[in-house]
């Protein structure tokens, strides 16, 4: 498997999650076993280590691999693409602050998730996604109040708004088979990022976020919701059966 030219893909597991390679050679295997509502992750990244300012990929970059999941909805998120690693959640992530999200992925989030501020925008299922915070830096430190305020009875919705007017999103969805092979390709450019399924474009997006973002292929069994006019929540949830992503024939042509 041909990855990042400029770093070789780190292993990061929690909770059981397992990657390994795929029988036949050419990928890899990311597993979550079966069980209850413990976090659980396999991921596979090329950032763990590092400072933002130092993330391996600008645009014009493309991303190209083939995937199959099973179950076809298992519960969490799953997916690949790029991220800034926004939130200081998990070990070597929490040396740093937690900034904006800028994101550009094949993104999968079972229900009771809900991550669209944007009607147009899915908000569960599996969907082609871009996040851009196009916030002033004056917003971005006015951001923990107002996520304080999303507590609050008569407040939340206005928080939800405010958000929403600085997280700018865009996503098409799509539907893969469960246990088939796909295969997957993005190009971020500096003003538009195109995603293809099959050799089929699926959508592109005027929105494009910002780098320097670092790759992630990951499966989880998290959940993160803030639907209109309700409070966010987030938690985990139980894997009634194995999940397993795999994936193969990965490559990121630069230029």
Request: hydrophobic share 40%; proline share 12%.
């Amino acid at each position: 498997m041909s990855v990042s030219k400029r770093r070789s893909l780190q292993v990061r597991t929690t909770g059981g999650g397992r990657v390994e390679p795929l029988p036949e050679g050419q990928g890899w295997r990311l597993v979550l076993p079966r069980g209850g509502p413990r976090y659980r992750l396999a991921q596979l990244d090329d950032y763990l280590d590092l400072p933002r300012s130092r993330f391996p990929w600008r645009p014009p970059v493309a991303l190209h691999l083939e995937a199959r999941i099973t179950p076809g909805e298992p519960p969490g998120t799953w997916g690949f693409g790029f991220w800034n690693d926004p939130f200081a959640f998990l070990g070597g992530a929490g040396r740093r602050l937690p900034t904006g999200p800028q994101a550009v992925w094949f993104f999968g989030a079972s229900p009771p998730n809900w991550l669209s501020l944007h009607s147009e925008v899915p908000a569960r299922g599996f969907f082609a996604g871009v996040t851009a915070w196009q916030a002033p830096w004056w917003a971005w430190m006015l951001t923990p109040g107002a996520l304080l305020a999303a507590w609050v009875p008569g407040l939340h919705r206005y928080a939800r708004r405010w958000t929403a007017r600085w997280m700018r999103q865009w996503g098409r969805a799509w539907q893969p088979t469960p246990g088939v092979w796909h295969r997957y390709t993005l190009r971020w450019e500096a003003a538009r990022v195109t995603f293809w399924v099959d050799g089929k474009e699926i959508g592109t997006s005027p929105l494009a976020p910002r780098g320097p973002l670092g790759l992630v292929v990951w499966v989880d069994n998290q959940f993160a919701a803030w639907p209109p006019d309700v409070r966010p929540r987030w938690g985990v949830l139980a894997t009634p059966e194995d999940v397993v992503l795999d994936i193969r024939n990965l490559r990121i042509t630069p230029g």
